[in-house]
């Protein structure tokens, strides 16, 4: 079982976010159903491990805070660009959260994330699209807003192989208070 940690997006959002797609040939768009700020990638478990997983975030506790998002930009590996993203505008209480979540998941014997931190939703993969018509786009939509949302809980999620995208399953609600 492929695991991962997530902010599910209200539908309101998904569709605002949503009308950010087109406009670059050859990116493969993510479906708005699947759009989601992953807090932590854990991987593929064993069911034993996704029980120890699923104890493990029962424990925390937070509170409820407001979440923005702004801007898009890129994701580059050796040089060219790979993903496009809508970016979120900076948050303590995320962070906080965050880190709760990455503490708790150590304590089951998972290894520590490496990867900072970026929070952010995938728009698009965007393997060999021409960086020109990338930087286009950017500059066109980095000034790209959607309304802030009431973020009440996390969500620990399946990803299963889908005929041209993952299908992303909810496993599991915690809330925040």
């Known amino acids: 079982m492929r695991l991962f940690v997530a902010l599910e997006l209200p539908a309101g959002v998904r569709e605002r976010i949503g009308m950010l797609a087109g406009g670059i040939p050859g990116a493969r768009w993510v479906r708005p159903e699947n759009y989601h700020l992953t807090l932590r990638f854990i991987g593929e478990q064993p069911p034993h491990r996704a029980e120890e997983i699923d104890a493990a ?15 898009v930009g890129t994701f580059d590996k050796a040089g060219r660009s790979t993903a496009l993203w809508l970016g979120v505008e900076r948050n303590e209480a995320l962070e906080r959260l965050r880190l709760k979540i990455e503490t708790a998941l150590q304590r089951t014997g998972l290894e520590p994330e490496r990867r900072r ?8 993969r965007v393997d060999g699209v021409a960086e020109t018509r990338l930087a286009s786009y950017v500059q066109a939509h980095n000034l790209f807003r959607a309304e802030p949302v009431e973020v009440g809980h996390f969500t620990l999620f399946s990803s299963w192989p889908g005929n041209e995208q993952p299908v992303y399953t909810p496993e599991v609600e915690y809330a925040l208070g």
Not at 66 to 71: D, I, P, S
Not at 117 to 124: Q, S
């Open 57 to 71: 975030l029962l424990g925390l506790r937070g509170r409820s805070f407001m979440l923005a998002f702004a801007g």
């Open 117 to 124: 931190f970026m929070p952010h939703v995938t728009l698009a």
